[in-house]
């Protein structure tokens, strides 16, 4: 579902902009240009997903980076990083050869 969610481009930028720390809906709003309903959809899905949590700080809400969802895909993709691995370094090598 986390591959699902993050195919769409505005909640990855989203995920970018709370990976240094927490913001509420309005910075976000603000960074990214498009309209509150729009930020509040995504974050909704973000949120249903599991890749975000949120808390109420008065009249603000504010999101964060939930890590689970995200260590478990690097997870998924350890063996996939090793073969690219691989085949970078073989390349690495031909074109060292060639040289």
Not at 22 to 38: F, Y
Not at 69 to 77: F, V
Request: with cysteine; glycine share 4%.
């Amino acid at each position: 579902m986390a591959f699902e969610v993050l195919a769409e481009p505005n909640r990855r930028r989203i995920l970018d902009l709370l990976r240094q720390d927490e913001l509420p809906v309005g910075e976000l709003v603000k960074q990214l240009g498009i309209s509150q309903p729009a930020v509040s959809k995504h974050l909704r899905v973000m949120r249903e997903a599991g890749l975000v949590s949120m808390r109420v700080d008065a009249q603000r809400r504010c999101y964060r980076i939930r890590p689970e969802p995200l260590i478990a895909l690097d997870e998924w993709l350890a063996p996939y990083r090793r073969f690219w691995n691989r085949t970078l370094d073989a390349l690495e090598a031909h074109l060292t050869e060639k040289d």
